[in-house]
Nanobody, 115 residues
């Protein structure tokens, strides 16, 4: 089993930056893939970024060039660096882990981009 705790969400102005963190309850070295999803009011949850054990990454088209996902195996933590934030990035951001065929979710952290 894996427990995930997100942090770092905040209110930020357009063009600003935030870094989200996702701390796992176990070593992430053995977790197949970890990712960040987001869900805006009235919309479906969507993939933002994903990183595998091997370090391969993929991003939603809407965040390419602005967001970067990374992992620190020593700290059991995955990060999402978000730059050039836009109002349409406003959502609850969820951390996700795929481990031994099961999917785990964190409780979410709110990101609001507004002037």
């Amino acid at each position: 089993q894996v427990q995930l705790v997100e942090s770092g969400g905040d209110l930020v102005q357009p063009g600003g930056s935030l870094r989200l963190s996702c701390a796992a309850s176990r070593s992430i070295f053995g977790i197949n893939a970890m990712g960040w999803y987001r869900q805006a009011p009235g919309k479906q949850r969507e993939l933002v970024a994903r990183i595998t054990t091997a370090g391969s990454t993929n991003y939603a088209d809407s965040v390419k060039g602005r967001f970067a996902i990374s992992r620190d195996n020593a700290k059991n933590t995955v990060y999402l660096q978000m730059n050039s934030l836009k109002p349409e990035d406003t959502a609850v951001y969820y951390c996700n882990a795929l481990y031994l065929g099961l999917t785990y979710w964190g409780q979410g952290t709110q990101v609001t981009v507004s002037s």
